[in-house]
């Protein structure tokens, strides 16, 4: 596992997206898990720049979104702020500033009438691609990868999660609340990937940010692997993982020191993942 610690959220961004355009680069046809929440905005920003400045190319890229909301979809007569649901947050965030095709974008259906005919239907689709090269996450304060809350078999597979309180907390704080949608208003279910799912893509790459999840990170990455903290499956994962965290949710690692040393060494041998 590659422990990347960079100064500031804007750092941490741009060594995503490095790690993301290198993908789409190298293999332009590449299937790619994307992520919602605070965390990944200036990924997509910065992505959206390459495209612009770099002409990076996402016209044979194809994508699946980890989760959404059970009871939304997106609303493009509503104004941005007022449409919550991750099928509108990822068209604004990335999609309508890219050359990705629409055909190519995988979202859990947030309206299916079948959510369990919907789960089967989109694992299928995954493998009917020939999976997932790369999956980006961010990290749920309680430790959740998408919406797998903990207690999460680390075996799940897409389907219906009941959400958890602090995740409702989270959430509220960081999109409901500043467009005055009430809390009562919060959809309470959600459609996720599952852990099982998510370990399968060829390659990881979590990104975390903030003072308020270095506990969680350090319990994800150095404490035992446990259904209470779902995220801490990435230790299982046999393929390439890399972690960029800044150095707020880094700050409660007890081996900082030994994973600056890593990548000093990985650099120095030319085993660095991106510079
Ligand atoms: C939500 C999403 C997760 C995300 C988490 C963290 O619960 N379902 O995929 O990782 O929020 O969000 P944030 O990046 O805003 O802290």
Known sequence: MDIIIKENYEQMSAYAAKIIAKLIRSKP??????????????????????????????????????????????????????????????????????????ENIYLPDGLTKDPEEFCHWYEEQIKRVGGIDLQLLGLGRDGHWAFNEPGSSLTSRTRVQVLDQQTLDDNYEAFYKKANIDRSQMPQLAITMGIGTILEARSILMIVNGAHKADIVAKCLEGPITSQVTASAIQLHPGQITVVLDEAAASKLTRIDHYKHVERLKRQYGLAIVD
């Open 29 to 102: 046809d590449c299937v790619l898990g994307l992520a919602t929440g605070s965390t990944p905005i200036g990924t997509y920003q910065e992505l959206v720049r390459m495209h612009q400045q770099e002409g990076l190319d996402f016209s044979q890229v194809t994508v699946f979104n980890l989760d959404e909301y059970l009871g939304i979809g997106m609303d493009l007569e509503k104004p941005y702020h007022l449409d919550q649901s991750y099928a509108r947050f990822m068209y604004e965030e990335l999609f309508k500033h890219v050359n990705i095709k629409p």
